[in-house]
């Protein structure tokens, strides 16, 4: 799941994103004990499809899935699964009432990273409820939106209920990986409305009470670079000048010393003045005092100095990886460093690169981008409507709980919508313990009692935003 947040709403929007932020938890919407067990379901059986990437189960839970919406009403023909070099993505139509509307897309991915059973304490794919959790890989990550977001639409189906526009759902089937089924979804729905990710944004809980929802409308573009350094070699007794370890150093000297320039939009500059407003001391008015002015030296010194905050200010670039050297008696022909960059919406990651070239200020380096399977993209324009939309089901759970726009310095579908111009929105039914989740890392597991208030947050938005 992601991490920060833009946005670009004037006083109008001002009150849902600081309102409140200790407002008291409300239980749960009630969902009917059927939808419920029905979700729960869902979910289950798809943690046991081991959908992990050189794996063969992709297609068979996207089969499961269909077979899910067609029982709920559904067409056949509306739902297609289209197989891509061993994995698959799924589309399924949920039509509307006016063709001339643009659709919605629901966006979500099917596959997950790999677990390895020896290393968990139970099966990652052989899914178990103990005491109120969910087990299994995927139970967060993405399978728990999933499972909710198709329960919903076949609720919605099995209940007669006629959207004003065609709802999509497009579940990608290798975003932990090279997201080329994304890029294909992407470039098939290029002309939706908007996208609602269920694999973005989201609410916490901090023992029991509930922190605010992060509504994610960007992310920083993640891009690998090497910087490669290359020389003759020869015996190590004859050192020379040119050791390419040691220019590799000097250069990665000058890299750590380096700092991009403060950057800010629309939905960092909210998020960090709610933060603000909700944090004491020195930090909160330097929070306070960037979103109001972001050439604020000040607070720029303050933040900058804080790891938390830093990465939200700018573009980073941190080297990650070194190899060098092929034997302990000889002089080494190569040395090459992998630089890792989380860039600001907005800024081309070729621009990065230059720039890199800049500070690293080495002639005779050579640096490359890896094909990582990231792409630049901006951030999305928070609308109103969106905003409206998630603040009404957010608060169906916990009234006037603080709607935080949120820019995400990971990587979701999103990414490939954003650069297709179609505006994406993290908007996770999902409210969880802080730190429980274990997303990516041994024994993932959703709470059980998260499942009525998902399905009722996305039955809420869908009515709202699907007019």
């Known amino acids: 799941m992601p991490a920060f947040r833009t946005f670009a709403a004037a006083a109008a929007l001002s009150a849902a994103l600081v309102s409140s932020l200790g407002a008291p938890a409300l239980a749960a919407p009630k969902a009917d004990p059927a939808l419920h067990a029905r979700a729960l379901e869902i979910l289950t059986t798809g943690i046991g499809y ?202 990665l000297d000058r890299l750590a010393a380096y700092r991009f320039p403060t950057m800010s939009n629309e939905i960092t500059r909210a998020a960090l003045a709610a933060e603000g407003a909700a944090t004491p001391g020195p930090i909160g008015e330097a929070l306070k005092a960037f979103a109001k002015n972001p050439e604020d030296a000040a607070a720029i010194a303050t933040l900058s100095a804080t790891p938390d905050y830093n990465p939200v200010l700018r573009t980073t670039c941190v080297a990650t990886m070194v190899e060098a050297g092929h034997a302990p008696n000889a002089l080494p022909q190569k040395a090459e460093a992998t630089v890792n960059c989380r860039i600001f919406p907005g800024t081309s990651s070729e621009s990065v690169r230059q720039t890199l070239i ?14 990582d399977g990231s792409i630049d993209s901006p951030a999305s324009p928070l609308r109103p409507d969106v905003v409206a939309a998630v603040t009404k089901a957010v608060h169906a759970r916990y009234p006037g709980l603080a709607i935080t726009p949120w820019q995400e310095s990971g990587a979701s579908d999103s990414m490939h919508f954003r650069a ?48």
């Not at 178990?128 to 198709?150: H, L, P, T």
């Not at 800049?358 to 094909?371: C, K, L, N, S």
């Not at 730190?435 to 947050?457: C, M, R, T, Y």
Request: charged letters at 25%; aromatic letters at 8%.
């Open 420 to 467: 297709q111009g179609v505006p994406s929105y993290g908007v996770s039914g999902l409210f969880m313990e802080q730190g429980q989740a274990f997303a990516h890392g041994l024994n993932e597991k959703a709470p059980v009692a998260a499942i009525d208030g998902s399905l009722a947050h996305w039955d809420s938005l869908l009515r709202d935003l699907a007019k």
């Open 358 to 371: 800049e500070v690293m200020a080495e002639p005779t380096m050579t640096i490359t981008r890896v094909d």
């Open 50 to 251: 081991r959908t992990v990437a050189g794996g063969d189960q992709v297609v068979p839970y996207a089969e499961y899935l269909k077979g899910v919406l067609v029982a709920g009403g559904f067409k056949p023909e509306e739902i297609t699964i289209e197989p891509m070099k061993g994995t698959a993505y799924l589309l399924a139509r949920y039509p509307g009432q006016d063709p001339k509307k643009k659709p919605i897309v629901i966006s979500g991915h099917m596959d997950v990273v790999e677990a390895k059973a020896q290393d968990w304490t139970r099966d990652p794919f052989k899914p178990v409820v103990e005491n109120g959790w969910i087990y299994g890989r995927g139970a967060v990550d993405n399978k728990f939106d999933v499972s909710m977001v198709v329960a919903t639409l076949a609720n919605l189906r099995r209940q007669g209920w006629r959207p004003g526009r065609d709802v999509i759902l497009a579940l990608s089937g290798d975003e932990e990986t090279t997201m080329a089924t994304t890029a294909a979804l992407a470039e098939r729905l290029k002309h939706a409305e908007m996208v609602l990710n269920s694999d973005g944004g989201g609410g916490s809980l901090k023992d029991g009470k509930p922190l605010p929802y992060a509504l994610q409308g960007a992310e920083k573009t993640y891009a690998d670079f090497k910087a490669t350094f290359t020389d003759p070699g020869g015996h190590s007794s004859r050192p020379t000048p040119t050791n390419p370890i040691y220019r590799l150093t000097k250069a």
